[in-house]
């Protein structure tokens, strides 16, 4: 059934934490009522968002397991059990990392097919009596939303990569599907589909950390960066054009006010990258110092030291390796005497 259909699509919503794909599965005059939440119950699809937001930032891991359906004439009842865990306390609460489970009914009476109306939602959250041992830390929520933002926009890549590689050119429909994610989402992460395609272009022309440090691991951070900034500063210059493109579509987003705060206007390729060369020499650094290291290397090594080397300073290619080079071991210094 049509219903059938629309209600799976709404729980795998859910599961890949895609609140707009959440929101389009329901009418705009939705009645959502959530047993226990604060603000209680929400009509309209704007007021149902800040539900499914803070839900999204504060469990992880959920599923859905379906207890049973119920169908009328022009509606339908679905009785579901909810299951995730806390990383920060669900809705402020101090039960982080704690399993809940949710008995969840929903139900359908919209003269628009294939969206829930009326009573959308009704669910009652309840601690599971088994614990786990406390993950969270200060402001996880927040940088737990963050990540999962990153983790969608990484998607949306490596799905338009994979379909390009099958000799296509994509609409952003069909990378939206194969993401499986909803097509709001996708619109709200890139400007155009051209923007996705280049930056897909892109995204398979990075090196990989697991590949890059597979065979020739090293426990001294300073080895192990000079490897990431070689293996991006060759990807640059082979790609260049190509990066100058990226960050032109990024600045015009900027420029003509299309940006949203909690939406990544890049992907971050650097980070995991230089995480990853640090990891073994983790030890060596306090949290807070490791922290400041990892930001200051994302300056020094990417696209825009390159544009500030080539089109600013107008140094030769020799002499940008040297400088970057002598960076990142003095970065590296400073990091261990603050500790």
Not at 160 to 186: C, F
Request: hydrophobic residues 40%; proline residues 4%.
């Amino acid at each position: 059934m049509e219903m059938d259909r629309k209600i799976e699509e709404h729980f795998g919503f859910e599961r890949r934490d895609d609140v707009d794909g959440v929101l389009a599965t329901l009418t705009e005059d939705v009645e959502h009522d959530v047993v226990g939440w604060p603000a209680g119950p929400a009509r309209g699809r704007p007021a149902a968002r800040p539900f499914y937001e803070a839900l999204f930032a504060d469990l992880s891991e959920s599923r859905v397991e379906c207890l049973r359906r119920l169908y009328g004439d022009g509606f339908l009842i679905d009785e579901s059990l909810w299951s995730g865990k806390a990383r920060a306390g669900l809705s402020g609460s101090k039960d982080a990392g704690a399993l809940w489970n949710s008995a969840c009914c929903m139900s359908s009476n919209s003269a628009q097919a294939g969206r829930f109306g009326a009573r959308t939602c009704g669910s009652i959250l309840r601690r599971s009596s088994d614990s786990c041992r406390r993950t969270d830390m200060p402001g996880s929520g927040t940088k737990t939303r963050e990540n999962q933002k990153r983790r969608m926009r990484k998607d949306l890549l490596q799905a338009a990569s994979r379909l390009m590689k099958q000799g296509r050119k994509p609409d952003l429909e069909e990378i939206a599907t194969e993401a499986a994610v909803s097509r709001a989402t996708a619109y709200r992460h890139f400007p155009s589909i051209d923007a996705l395609l280049l930056e897909a272009s892109l995204d398979v022309a990075t090196p990989d950390a697991g590949e890059l440090f597979s065979t020739r691991a090293s426990a001294d951070p300073v080895t192990q960066l000079l490897r990431v900034d070689a293996a991006l500063h060759d990807m640059i210059l082979a790609n260049e054009a190509l990066l100058r493109m990226m960050l032109a579509h990024s600045l015009q987003r900027v420029a003509r006010g299309e940006s949203e705060g909690d939406v990544p206007l890049r992907q971050n390729r650097r980070t995991p990258l230089i995480e990853a060369a640090l990891e073994p020499a983790r030890a060596e650094f306090t949290p807070a110092a490791l922290e400041t290291l990892v930001h200051a290397l994302a300056l020094v090594i990417g696209t825009e030291a390159m544009v500030v080397c080539k089109d600013v300073l107008q140094l030769d290619d020799a002499r940008v390796c040297k400088i970057k080079r002598s960076a990142i071991r003095a970065l590296v210094d400073a990091a261990r005497r603050s500790g």
